[in-house]
């Protein structure tokens, strides 16, 4: 995708066809998103691929659904399909060659629901929230989870690699290398904040983590204040790249909470990429992308490196954008 393209409007006219979302176009100041859009639906997703996710959560918000149904549903595109191999069942494996997956969701009443480290299940965010809606546990992990999901019809059962991850696998083990880099194509977890039209916020992020990571390692995007958070009285943020980095600064908490003491959007995702970059050899050359949506519907996105792209969705379409980098 060219820098042109990244920045290209994109017609909402189809997407919204048939739907009724009752608000005004927003306006430019109103994208940009230093100015608020009271009560209508927005959503933002990380990375090119947040685009397609975006288009089907706005398109649940106009059915009548609620943010946490949309930020459900939207990150499902990603995982049926996912071009770029680090979303779903079709995500690069680990070192051991096994695909595991991690997903979360939290909504704005302070629910939330997790799975890490899951084989065999084509939805992670749908076991994650049956693990909000149906359990009284916060995270499941491995074989638990996967029991679950096999309770709750979800489990696809066990699957061998497709030809394009044996080959990629089978390479990579030749050099058996394992050095994460910034904006490497195997950093690209589907995250996505969703405000609808009541007001009412929730995240999600569905990954299947880093390739050729050790089995069993778990990233950022199942912890909740990590990978994704919600708080009713200042917003959602959710965070994509390296999950070490992400996990041990709890860095979508701090952006929320930056939010809550009074800082705007831009602000509160500046401060939270800043502490990163204060972990300093933690954080150097790795890349981190945030997302930040305030309750009043302003937001911003940044990121460690230059690069990190998402997708913004209002009542006027679909559009992506590069966020700027602190580093
Ligand atoms: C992880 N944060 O497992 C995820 C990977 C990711 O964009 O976000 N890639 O560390």
Redo the contacts with the bound molecule.
């Keep these: 995708m060219t820098r042109r393209d990244s920045v290209r409007l994109v017609a909402g006219s189809t997407l919204l066809a048939g739907c009724t979302i009752p608000h005004h176009a927003p306006t430019a100041a109103e994208l940009s998103g230093a100015m608020p859009m009271i009560d209508a639906p927005i959503v933002l997703a990380?990375?090119n691929h947040g685009k397609p996710a975006t288009e089907r959560a706005l398109a649940e918000l106009a059915a009548g659904h609620s943010a946490l149904d949309a930020a459900e549903r939207g990150v499902m595109v990603v995982e049926s399909e996912c071009p770029d191999r680090?979303v779903g069942l079709q995500g690069w494996p680990d070192r051991d060659g096994i695909v595991t997956l991690?997903a979360a969701i939290m909504d704005d009443t302070g629910r939330s629901g997790a799975v890490a480290c899951v084989r065999g299940v084509a939805h992670p965010i749908a076991l994650a929230r049956r693990v909000m809606d149906r359990t009284p546990h916060a995270l499941l992990v491995g074989p638990g989870a996967e029991a679950f999901a096999r309770s709750e019809g979800l489990h696809t059962g066990a699957r061998p690699l497709d030809p394009e991850q044996e080959r990629a696998w089978r390479e990579w083990l030749r050099e058996r290398q394992y050095s994460p880099r910034a904006n490497s194509e195997?950093?690209?977890?589907i995250?996505m904040v969703v405000r609808d039209a009541k007001g009412r916020m929730a995240a999600s992020c569905t990954?299947s983590?880093?390739a050729w990571k050790m089995h069993g390692r778990v990233?950022?995007?199942p912890l909740v204040g990590a990978?994704l958070y919600v708080d009713p009285k200042a917003g959602a943020a959710v965070?994509?790249?390296?999950?070490?980095v992400?996990m041990r600064k709890l860095t979508s908490c701090i952006a929320v909470e930056r939010l809550r003491s009074g800082a705007s959007p831009a602000e509160a995702c500046r401060d939270a990429l800043h502490r990163l970059v204060e972990a300093g050899p933690l954080a150097a050359n790795v890349q981190v992308?945030l997302i930040v949506l305030a309750k009043d519907g302003t937001h911003a996105a940044g990121a460690l490196q230059p690069g990190f792209t998402y997708a913004l969705g209002t009542a006027a379409g679909v559009t992506l954008h590069e966020a700027p980098a602190v580093a």
């Design positions: 990380t990375w680090s991690d195997n950093h690209d977890t995250g990954t983590g880093l990233g950022d995007s990978g965070c994509t790249g390296l999950g070490e992400v992308g």
